[in-house]
């Protein structure tokens, strides 16, 4: 079994992107990450399957988000606005492409959960198997999710869909 630091190290990155979609409060996301990491330790001795890792992960941090976000609107609390920087990109361009971003993650946060967790993979690079895998639902499903998520992604950026 492979052990939990190298598992932090490949899907870090990953589990971070996901819990930014859900959360705008950067340390709110710090939090959301570390309880998923937490679920994650607690849930490695039931993973069967290692070559099902990715998805396993990213199921646990969909479910630990969205979860999340359940109790903030209950306690109806009102996020920030993000921000969203890259630092390999040159300073000339990196206005532009945070802002590029924000609005991208605006846009999925904007959405209905079924289509916030489809997108949220999806700019994953998750393929359509492995998103299905992650959320329990058949790889049909999981298609027709992404396609409504991009075309009301495509019409929030004023584009026709």
Request: with cysteine; hydrophobic share 45%; glycine share 2%.
């Given at each position: 079994?492979?052990?939990?630091?190298?598992?932090?190290?490949?899907?870090?990155?990953m589990v971070r992107?996901?819990?930014?979609?859900?959360?705008?409060?950067?340390?709110?996301?710090?939090?959301?990450?570390?309880?998923?990491?937490?679920?994650?330790?607690?849930?490695?001795?039931?993973?069967?399957?290692?070559?099902?890792?990715?998805?396993?992960?990213?199921?646990?941090?969909?479910?630990?988000?969205?979860?999340?976000?359940?109790?903030?609107?209950?306690?109806?609390?009102?996020?920030?606005?993000?921000?969203?920087?890259?630092?390999?990109?040159?300073?000339?361009?990196?206005?532009?492409?945070?802002?590029?971003?924000?609005?991208?993650?605006?846009?999925?946060?904007?959405?209905?959960?079924?289509?916030?967790?489809?997108?949220?993979?999806?700019?994953?690079?998750?393929?359509?198997?492995?998103?299905?895998?992650?959320?329990?639902?058949?790889?049909?499903?999981?298609?027709?999710?992404l396609h409504r998520?991009?075309?009301?992604?495509?019409?929030?950026?004023?584009?026709?869909?």
């Amino acid at each position: 079994m492979i052990e939990l630091g190298e598992i932090v190290k490949v899907h870090a990155a990953m589990v971070r992107r996901i819990a930014t979609v859900y959360e705008r409060y950067p340390d709110r996301v710090d939090d959301l990450v570390q309880d998923v990491w937490i679920a994650v330790w607690q849930a490695l001795p039931r993973l069967n399957d290692q070559a099902m890792l990715k998805s396993y992960i990213a199921r646990i941090t969909q479910n630990i988000c969205v979860t999340h976000v359940r109790r903030a609107i209950v306690r109806q609390t009102q996020p920030l606005t993000d921000r969203l920087a890259d630092p390999a990109i040159p300073l000339d361009e990196a206005a532009a492409h945070t802002a590029r971003l924000a609005r991208l993650v605006e846009a999925v946060r904007n959405l209905p959960d079924n289509l916030k967790a489809v997108a949220s993979l999806y700019l994953e690079d998750m393929p359509i198997k492995d998103i299905a895998l992650a959320l329990g639902i058949s790889e049909s499903n999981a298609s027709v999710r992404l396609h409504r998520a991009k075309s009301a992604i495509r019409l929030s950026f004023g584009e026709p869909s």
